[in-house]
Structures are given as structure tokens and as C-alpha cells.
């Protein structure tokens, strides 16, 4: 079956860095999305990754291995407005996402 | 331009009525698609509309739910017989899709949230 695993809650500190991982299996692999999604609000789209390595975007940077089916979001001099849920979805053959139950990232000061 | 746009934004209704959900795609974005999301919880699919193809409605949890696009554009997701499991928030996104543009991110409305009394 196809299958995203996240954990379901992180606690870290304002300027600190956090890393939330992600394991997926889905049939097939046409890449991975990380979503932001604070309370009461849509998902936005945080990354993609489709090949092997490192992705850097400001603050945020994301990682893929495809072999080992793995993949994580790593916050740096983290914020108060960056406590929301993380969605990791993996997209699979079909090009239809598979979608994790979300990491509430929780920052204190 | 503007976003993905749904319609209305709260509704609250009783048990046992039909309620129906609009969704406003982006502008010249081929694919939509409707999830359904329980606090705390994640995304769950619910049907997938791409160009003049056949909906994929792998998702809906019963016949009681349908979805329809008209024109390509602007999309209705119908529950009948409202149950209170039904309550939750129910998103619309859209995308690119076809080709090249497979892998693009998906774009989502601020969604219904949908109470059953």
C-alpha cells in the first residue's frame, strides 16, 4: 500500500534550526512536496523534490534519497510565525499526491 | 492574478440536508481537485478532475458525495444526506497538469468549513 510517515508533533526554539523527516512508499515516485499550513489556513507550497540531495530556499531547505524513500524539511533561525503543520506528500505514478498526516511544529521563545 | 477561490467559507447545517461546495480554480490551471480535511488530520482525496477526462473519484467516501466541473473551470462537490461524520474542512486545489507540468504544486483555496448539527 502507499503509505507517508511523519511524526506528529516537534517542539524547538526561536533561532534554533529543526529538522522534521518523512518516509513515504508509494507506487511509483514523481517527486516530493513539503506544504506549510498554519491553523485555519490553506496548505502553501513550501518545495519540490524530485532528484537526490539538497534543495535550498532561504531559510527552509529540503532533502530527498530516493533509495532510502526518505525525505526531510530543515528549518533554520527559526521564527514564531513559522509554528504551523508541515504536510510532506509524495507523488506517485499516477501523478496523484499521497499526503501525510501533517507535523505540528510548535516554536517557543 | 487571483488564487483558488471557495465558496462560502463557513456553512453550518442540519443533519440529513444536501449541502453544495463551489470552487473557483485558477485561471487557465487544467487540473482541480477536492480534499477533505478532519481537525488535526491530514489531506484525505477525494475525486480529481483533469482537462475533458473522466474524473477520478477514487476517493469519494460514499455515493452520497458527487462532484462535477462544468465548462472546465468552476467546480460544485454535492453532499446529500448530510451525516455528521461529513463535518471538516473541505479544500479545492488546482494545478498545471498534463505533460510537462505533471509536477507541478498544487494551489488550494482557503476551503468550507462544513458543520453538520
Known amino acids: 500500500g502507499q503509505n507517508i510517515d511523519q511524526p506528529t508533533e516537534m517542539t524547538a526554539t526561536e533561532g534554533a534550526i529543526v529538522q522534521i523527516n518523512c518516509t513515504y512508499q508509494?507506487?511509483?515516485?514523481?517527486?516530493l512536496f513539503w506544504y506549510q499550513q498554519h491553523a485555519g489556513e490553506a496548505p502553501t507550497f513550501l518545495s519540490y523534490?524530485?532528484l537526490d540531495g539538497l534543495e535550498e530556499k532561504g531559510r527552509f531547505s529540503s532533502f530527498l534519497s530516493r533509495s532510502k524513500g526518505y525525505s526531510y524539511l530543515l528549518l533554520k533561525e527559526l521564527q514564531m510565525k513559522d509554528s504551523a503543520s508541515y504536510l510532506c506528500?509524495?507523488?506517485?505514478?499516477?501523478?496523484?499526491?499521497?499526503w501525510g498526516a501533517g507535523t505540528k511544529l510548535i516554536i517557543k521563545p | 492574478g487571483a488564487g483558488v477561490s471557495q465558496s462560502p467559507s463557513n456553512k453550518v447545517t442540519e443533519k440529513g440536508k444536501d449541502v453544495e461546495l463551489r470552487c473557483d480554480p485558477i485561471s487557465g490551471h487544467t487540473a482541480l481537485y477536492w480534499y477533505r480535511q478532519s481537525l488535526g488530520q491530514g489531506l484525505e482525496f477525494l475525486i480529481y478532475?483533469?482537462?475533458?477526462?473522466?474524473?477520478?473519484k477514487s476517493g469519494l467516501p460514499s455515493d452520497r458525495f458527487s462532484a462535477e466541473r462544468t465548462g472546465g473551470s468552476v467546480s460544485t462537490l454535492t453532499i446529500q444526506r448530510t451525516q455528521q461524520e461529513d463535518s471538516a474542512v473541505y479544500l479545492c486545489?488546482?494545478?498545471?497538469?498534463?505533460?510537462?507540468?505533471?509536477?507541478?504544486?498544487?494551489?488550494f483555496g482557503d476551503g468550507t468549513r462544513l458543520s453538520i448539527l
Open positions: 523534490n524530485v
Open positions: 508509494t507506487s511509483g515516485f514523481n517527486g
Open positions: 506528500a509524495s507523488m506517485d505514478s499516477n501523478y496523484q499526491l499521497i
Open positions: 478532475f483533469q482537462g475533458n477526462s473522466a474524473p477520478d
Open positions: 486545489a488546482s494545478s498545471l497538469a498534463g505533460g510537462r507540468y505533471d509536477r507541478q504544486p498544487q494551489h
